[in-house]
Antibody
Framework: EVQLVESGGGLVQPGRSLRLSCAAS????????MYWVRQAPGKGLEWVSG????????GYADSVKGRFTISRDSAKNSLYLQMNSLRAEDTAFYYC??????????????WGQGTLVTVSS | QSVLTQPPSASGTPGQRVTISCSGS????????VNWYQQLPGTAPKLLIY???QRPSGVPDRFSGSKSGTSASLAISGLQSEDEAHYYC???????????FGGGTKLTVL
């Protein structure tokens, strides 16, 4: 059974940093692209970033480019999102999602339950 | 402002058929397949339809998808109370080099 478990969310002041993690299990992590998608409270879904199976292809939404960094660790079956220079508008639930193949343009078939990031002073 | 355009709300009575539209452009829906996600209250999104009209295992055949040009639609027949949820369309955008979503449609079963 595919499981994606996010962690690392919390309350952080504007301008500070936070690192999210996503622990994956139930599938061969190395074979699939992985993503971060966020959802501000009461709002719609927004793709944040994606990383291919071998980290060779990485993409970011314009809203986070230059501030967020996605990475993956095959030894730990984990996906990460390093978030720097956080802003109030980054407040959202952050979901980890799995692609159906290794490329970053493959759609997401499984989602984690999300972790809440609140940026406020 | 979402790249893909969906109506903010839709409604129907039990047993009815409802459709939800999703409008895009040549760089997203016009050149790539469309996927639909269902988000029940307080839960994570779930894949409902992929590659325009394919249903993952376990999704009832009451749900169907279609695409024409730069628009797509999700149809739900035999509406049930448990279908009350938010529905999102998504597609890869060749110009943005990333995934784009619709703003979501809240389906109410009256």
């Amino acid at each position: 059974e595919v499981q994606l478990v996010e962690s690392g969310g919390g309350l952080v002041q504007p301008g500070r940093s936070l690192r999210l993690s996503c622990a994956a299990s139930g599938f061969t992590f190395d074979d699939y692209a992985m993503y971060w998608v966020r959802q501000a409270p009461g709002k719609g879904l927004e793709w944040v970033s994606g990383i291919s199976w071998n980290s060779g292809s990485i993409g970011y939404a314009d809203s986070v480019k230059g501030r967020f960094t996605i990475s993956r660790d095959s030894a730990k079956n984990s996906l990460y999102l390093q978030m720097n220079s956080l802003r109030a508008e980054d407040t959202a639930f952050y979901y980890c999602a799995k692609g159906i193949v290794g490329a970053t343009n493959s759609f997401f078939d499984y989602w984690g339950q999300g972790t809440l990031v609140t940026v406020s002073s | 402002q979402s790249v893909l355009t969906q109506p903010p709300s839709a409604s129907g009575t039990p047993g009815q058929r409802v459709t939800i539209s999703c409008s895009g452009s040549s760089s997203n829906i016009g050149s790539n397949t469309v996927n639909w996600y269902q988000q029940l209250p307080g839960t994570a999104p779930k894949l409902l339809i992929y590659s325009n009209n394919q249903r993952p295992s376990g999704v009832p055949d009451r749900f169907s998808g279609s695409k024409s040009g730069t628009s797509a639609s999700l149809a739900i027949s035999g509406l049930q109370s448990e279908d009350e949820a938010h529905y999102y369309c998504a597609a890869w955008d060749d110009s943005l080099n990333g995934w784009v979503f619709g703003g979501g449609t809240k389906l109410t079963v009256l």
